[in-house]
């Protein structure tokens, strides 16, 4: 199956592939490195769990390419996730490993582990001769998940030719948006921009300097990119689209993005670990309805709740029973609204709060909290309570020192003219750190931010 991948990067030649902030590669170049790469596989019997350590870069991609190409299974692990990179090799029974971090980078090499895969998921690949890709979910709520895909599957939507562009790479190898990105931009000879972090500084410079017209990303980081001020000091007209996804998108932070950037178009995207990316359509650039869809997708509504079925959908996990019912359906948790073909996204079934009966959407209050004066970011979740069961605790993140006492004050006077009494936060705590994860996704575990 990526046979077609491989012949558009050799059509595409002396056309630029890969950006980084200290030197451009052409396809021809890319390509080379994968050849490379294939070669050092080729002693391997196919079917190998191969894990790839290491940052977004022309090396991770190369090791990637040529794992699959060689009818491996890849096991893409990132820095960010380095803590946990020991309990999910041992999940995913990673047989070899190359590790691109660290003091390996300048001579990586084929490690093997001692380990033997033989997963019966696993088997089913071998027996196909398909590829495969393991990728872990972000672990929210207890051990992170192993979700095996055949990429048989997960390729057959990018045979399809789409906008060719130049696109910044924001989620890394080891979430589906970064892979997404990749086989995109690479199916429909486009170049990956790869910016020094993901600052809002470094993300605009390399918008900047490389004319990226492309720009996937967050909303908790469009927030942090309207805050810092850092896309009115760079020449950012090369944009033509923005998409976000991963969570809820505040309205207030959608309408100052739409201001900002009037040039661009914005697009709510949809997917998951376990079934891929979907193909969506906005009604507008600034509504938060969305159609989603296309013939490799099927989605429906049940108690408010939204359950798809995706031909790119994964096998199954390597560490927890199958969660598709008998139709093929996965219910994704998220909770909607429907306006005939049109959804909203309301959030996390898992994140509602409970108090006293009622129920609080998190990505309500902080949307509302974050029109309030001096607010730069806050994160909403629950807490027990003894009386009411649960209660809504607010972390904000100051943009400018204020005495706790009467920024409460303020909070409770400016949400009380907006929310109803049980929405309103009962306990607020300050922090000085960042309230989201490394994916620059909101997180709402009560661990999750110091204080």
Same mark, same amino acid.
Not at 359 to 380: G, M, R, T, Y
């Given at each position: 199956?990526?046979?077609?991948?491989?012949?558009?990067?050799?059509?595409?030649?002396?056309?630029?592939?890969?950006?980084?902030?200290?030197?451009?590669?052409?396809?021809?170049?890319?390509?080379?490195?994968?050849?490379?790469?294939?070669?050092?596989?080729?002693?391997?019997?196919?079917?190998?769990?191969?894990?790839?350590?290491?940052?977004?870069?022309?090396?991770?991609?190369?090791?990637?390419?040529?794992?699959?190409?060689?009818?491996?299974?890849?096991?893409?692990?990132?820095?960010?996730?380095?803590?946990?990179?020991?309990?999910?090799?041992?999940?995913?029974?990673?047989?070899?490993?190359?590790?691109?971090?660290?003091?390996?980078?300048?001579?990586?090499?084929?490690?093997?582990?001692?380990?033997?895969?033989?997963?019966?998921?696993?088997?089913?690949?071998?027996?196909?001769?398909?590829?495969?890709?393991?990728?872990?979910?972000?672990?929210?709520?207890?051990? !992170?998940?192993?979700?095996?895909?055949?990429?048989?599957?997960?390729?057959?939507?990018?045979?399809?030719?789409?906008?060719?562009?130049?696109?910044?790479?924001?989620?890394?190898?080891?979430?589906?948006?970064?892979?997404?990105?990749?086989?995109?931009?690479?199916?429909?000879?486009?170049?990956?921009?790869?910016?020094?972090?993901?600052? !809002?500084?470094?993300?605009?410079?390399?918008?900047?300097?490389?004319?990226?017209?492309?720009?996937?990303?967050?909303?908790?980081?469009?927030?942090?990119?309207?805050?810092?001020?850092?896309?009115?000091?760079?020449?950012?007209?090369?944009?033509?689209?923005?998409?976000?996804?991963?969570?809820?998108? !505040?309205?207030?932070?959608?309408?100052?993005?739409?201001?900002?950037?009037?040039?661009?178009?914005?697009?709510?995207?949809?997917?998951?670990?376990?079934?891929?990316?979907?193909?969506?359509?906005?009604?507008?650039?600034?509504?938060?309805?969305?159609?989603?869809?296309?013939?490799?997708?099927?989605?429906?509504?049940?108690?408010?709740?939204?359950?798809?079925?995706?031909?790119?959908?994964?096998?199954?996990?390597?560490?927890?029973?199958?969660?598709?019912?008998?139709?093929?359906?996965?219910?994704?948790?998220?909770?909607?609204?429907?306006?005939?073909?049109?959804?909203?996204?309301?959030?996390?079934?898992?994140?509602?709060?409970?108090?006293?009966?009622?129920?609080?959407?998190?990505?309500?209050?902080?949307?509302?909290?974050?029109?309030?004066?001096?607010?730069?970011?806050?994160?909403?979740?629950?807490?027990?309570?003894?009386?009411?069961?649960?209660?809504?605790?607010?972390?904000?993140?100051?943009?400018?020192?204020?005495?706790?006492?009467?920024?409460?004050?303020?909070?409770?006077?400016?949400?009380?003219?907006?929310?109803?009494?049980?929405?309103?936060?009962?306990?607020?705590?300050?922090?000085?750190?960042?309230?989201?994860?490394?994916?620059?996704?909101?997180?709402?575990?009560?661990?999750?931010?110091?204080?």
């Amino acid at each position: 199956m990526i046979d077609f991948l491989v012949d558009k990067m050799e059509a595409c030649g002396d056309d630029l592939a890969l950006a980084t902030p200290e030197e451009t590669f052409t396809y021809g170049a890319l390509l080379a490195r994968v050849h490379d790469w294939r070669s050092r596989l080729s002693a391997l019997p196919a079917g190998r769990v191969i894990s790839i350590e290491g940052d977004y870069g022309p090396e991770s991609i190369a090791v990637f390419l040529a794992a699959i190409w060689s009818g491996h299974v890849a096991v893409t692990l990132s820095p960010d996730s380095r803590a946990h990179h020991a309990s999910c090799l041992d999940v995913a029974a990673a047989e070899y490993r190359v590790r691109l971090d660290g003091d390996s980078v300048a001579n990586p090499s084929l490690e093997a582990t001692g380990r033997t895969a033989d997963h019966e998921l696993y088997r089913a690949l071998r027996r196909d001769r398909h590829s495969g890709l393991v990728l872990f979910s972000s672990g929210s709520t207890g051990q !992170p998940k192993a979700a095996l895909h055949d990429l048989e599957r997960l390729l057959a939507k990018y045979q399809v030719p789409r906008q060719r562009m130049r696109t910044l790479v924001f989620l890394l190898l080891d979430h589906i948006g970064g892979v997404n990105t990749l086989f995109y931009t690479l199916a429909n000879g486009g170049a990956i921009v790869l910016p020094r972090d993901r600052s !809002p500084a470094a993300v605009c410079e390399a918008i900047s300097t490389h004319r990226v017209e492309l720009l996937p990303t967050s909303p908790t980081f469009l927030n942090l990119l309207l805050l810092s001020g850092e896309g009115g000091r760079r020449d950012m007209s090369s944009l033509k689209l923005i998409t976000y996804g991963t969570e809820p998108m !505040p309205p207030t932070t959608l309408e100052q993005a739409c201001r900002a950037f009037p040039n661009a178009r914005f697009l709510q995207t949809y997917g998951l670990t376990e079934l891929g990316i979907m193909r969506s359509q906005s009604r507008d650039s600034s509504s938060l309805w969305v159609r989603l869809g296309g013939e490799d997708f099927e989605w429906k509504a049940v108690d408010g709740r939204l359950w798809i079925r995706a031909k790119s959908a994964m096998l199954g996990y390597l560490n927890a029973p199958s969660p598709f019912d008998a139709e093929g359906f996965f219910d994704t948790g998220d909770l909607i609204d429907v306006d005939g073909e049109w959804i909203r996204f309301l959030g996390r079934k898992s994140d509602i709060i409970n108090v006293g009966g009622q129920k609080v959407h998190p990505s309500e209050v902080e949307s509302v909290l974050l029109q309030l004066d001096n607010v730069a970011d806050v994160v909403v979740r629950g807490e027990a309570h003894a009386l009411t069961g649960q209660i809504v605790v607010a972390t904000v993140r100051l943009a400018a020192p204020e005495s706790p006492a009467e920024f409460k004050i303020r909070m409770r006077r400016f949400l009380g003219e907006r929310l109803a009494t049980y929405k309103i936060p009962a306990r607020v705590q300050f922090t000085d750190d960042a309230v989201h994860s490394a994916r620059f996704k909101r997180d709402r575990r009560s661990d999750a931010v110091s204080i």
